[in-house]
């Protein structure tokens, strides 16, 4: 398994990940797809990063709530 870890570090959407970072377009991205995906709408930055908090970091006990959507789209 470790000898196999910079094939699974190095797969394509680690990758990706990556190049959103360092770039600094990880929220534009993730704005985007939940756009796409969900449907769901933001008005600045900062309200995709405190969706992108909430499902990082809220209990999945939340995962029943109207507002988890997001958190879903994860799963």
Request: aromatic share 12%.
């Given at each position: 398994?470790?000898?196999?870890?910079?094939?699974?570090l190095?797969?394509?959407?680690?990758?990706?990940?990556?190049?959103?970072?360092?770039?600094?377009?990880?929220y534009?991205?993730?704005e985007h797809?939940?756009?796409?995906?969900?449907?769901?709408?933001f008005?600045?930055?900062?309200?995709v990063?405190t969706a992108v908090?909430?499902?990082?970091?809220t209990?999945?006990r939340f995962?029943?709530?109207?507002?988890?959507?997001?958190?879903?789209?994860?799963?």
């Open positions: 398994m470790l000898g196999d870890i910079d094939k699974i190095m797969n394509n959407e680690f990758s990706q990940y990556i190049n959103l970072v360092v770039s600094g377009t990880l534009e991205f993730l797809r939940f756009g796409v995906e969900l449907g769901e709408t008005v600045n930055r900062k309200e990063k908090f909430q499902v990082l970091f209990d999945n995962l029943g709530q109207e507002d988890a959507k997001n958190k879903l789209w994860f799963l």
